[in-house]
């Protein structure tokens, strides 16, 4: 997973400054192995010398696309000082991103400071093996793909963001055939292994036997890792090249997913 993230304050960008911290890798990879963790943002801290200098829970904000989240507004320092860094802070006070400046900012007490954090998740693909090599991943076009609905609850909160419910560990997985709505084959008995200390799970859908076909050349067009909770493809692989299957053969997918 690719994460990053851009500060501006008075209209002086700084890019990709900092990490998420341990807390916030914590939460999603328990989301990832089916635990609900993850948090709203609720304040921005402003520092000094690692010292919490003022705060604000006053921010606008928007998700300029699916993985991408915007946070900006204004702030009025309670004394002058320079400004060396950001925080992120959710509703539960945990800290989810330590931001520092490339260069302080001299800020006065009592003038307003312009403010803005922006935050993009994109998939780190290695390269795949098997047909899955001539698939496209996707993890972001959509607010139920994996890294957008994360972007979305620490942006909304859960209950916002999904009324309905979501769970961020895949349950089922299909295979869609050519015409691009019939699932030929499918499993509901996802394996995932999670290694806490390379804070990676693992899925494997096992076996799935092609049951049907739509065509006599019939080929995979979409494979789904499905949330059954919220319905929506978390993960979701479109054809480049068509992978021929007949009823009878056998899919099965597998997928690492470090946070």
Not at 144 to 149: H, I, S
């Amino acid at each position: 997973m690719k994460v990053k993230h851009e500060v501006a304050v008075n209209g002086k960008r700084f890019t990709k400054l900092g990490s998420p911290t341990t807390t916030l890798r914590e939460h999603i990879f328990a989301e990832l192995a089916g635990t609900a963790k993850l948090d709203r943002i609720s304040k921005i801290n402003f520092y000094s010398a690692e010292t919490v200098r003022d705060e604000t829970t006053s921010f606008n904000y928007e998700m300029p696309a699916p993985n991408k989240i915007r946070i900006y507004g204004s702030y009025t320092p309670t004394s002058s000082y320079d400004l060396d860094a950001l925080g992120i802070v959710t509703a539960g006070g945990y800290s989810y991103f330590y931001t520092a400046l490339a260069s302080k900012v001299s800020v006065v007490s009592g003038i307003p400071v312009n403010f803005e954090w922006t935050l993009t998740l994109t998939p780190d693909r290695a390269t795949p093996t098997g047909f899955l090599s001539n698939y496209n991943l996707d993890m972001t076009s959509s607010e139920y793909r994996l890294l957008a609905a994360v972007c979305k609850i620490i942006l909304l909160g859960r209950s916002s963001a999904f009324p309905g419910g979501i769970s961020l560990k895949p349950n089922k997985c299909e295979v869609i055939a050519s015409d691009a709505a019939t699932v030929i084959a499918q499993s509901t008995n996802i394996q995932m292994t999670a290694d806490d200390v390379a804070k990676q799970v693992t899925y494997d859908t096992g076996n799935m036997e092609v049951t049907t076909t739509t065509t006599a050349n019939e080929y995979i067009k979409r494979i789904r890792l499905v949330d059954t909770v919220s319905g929506g493809g978390l993960v979701v692989w479109d054809y480049v090249q068509a992978e021929p299957v007949a009823k009878g053969d056998y899919v099965r997918v597998k997928i690492s997913i470090q946070v």
